[in-house]
């Protein structure tokens, strides 16, 4: 499936979450290239989607339980650009579920090409910025979930 046959928060296909993301010019560099940084807005919107997908959405997650996402770990490798108007896909995919960790890999395509692959742990703090396990409602997804079941590889502990 393409970007354009993608929805607009993406879809979860063969075990992962396809977000669609065109390349604008304010995520080019002078040479028309997507800015390095610009990689870390693209994850982080599909990651935010598919967090939506599983019923969890960060605002209301961070008022009415006291807990936010952070990103603890991120390592990316970058193989090939993107550029200007380019039409790319970031598929996420749950590697395992910690008590308060979720290690997903994110790889940036376009068609067929991989562009970058990142390695994201992201850790769940309460209000005082502190570990606190996952919210119950995330871990209930992430565990019950027919199409959930094919993403996740370990299951959570």
């Given at each position: 499936m ?17 977000f ?24 982080e ?24 996402f ?27 579920v ?9 790889d940036?395509?376009r ?6 692959r ?7 703090v309460?209000?005082q910025g ?28």
């Amino acid at each position: 499936m393409s970007g354009a046959e993608l929805p607009p928060g993406g879809a979860v296909i063969d075990g992962a979450h396809r977000f669609p993301i065109r390349v604008y010019y304010e995520d080019t560099d002078a040479a028309g290239i997507v800015y390095y940084a610009n990689y870390l807005k693209f994850i982080e919107r599909a990651r935010t989607e598919m967090m939506r997908r599983f019923g969890v959405e960060h605002e209301k997650s961070r008022q009415s339980e006291g807990t936010a996402f952070i990103v603890r770990r991120a390592e990316l490798e970058f193989l090939a650009p993107a550029r200007l108007d380019d039409a790319l896909i970031v598929e996420t995919r749950i590697v395992d579920v910690g008590g308060a960790t979720i290690r997903l890999t994110q790889d940036v395509r376009r068609a067929h090409v991989l562009l970058v692959r990142a390695v994201i742990l992201v850790a769940t703090v309460g209000r005082q910025g502190r570990p606190v396990r996952l919210p119950p409602a995330l871990r209930a997804a992430l565990n019950s979930r027919h199409e959930t079941s094919r993403m996740v590889t370990t299951h959570a502990r």
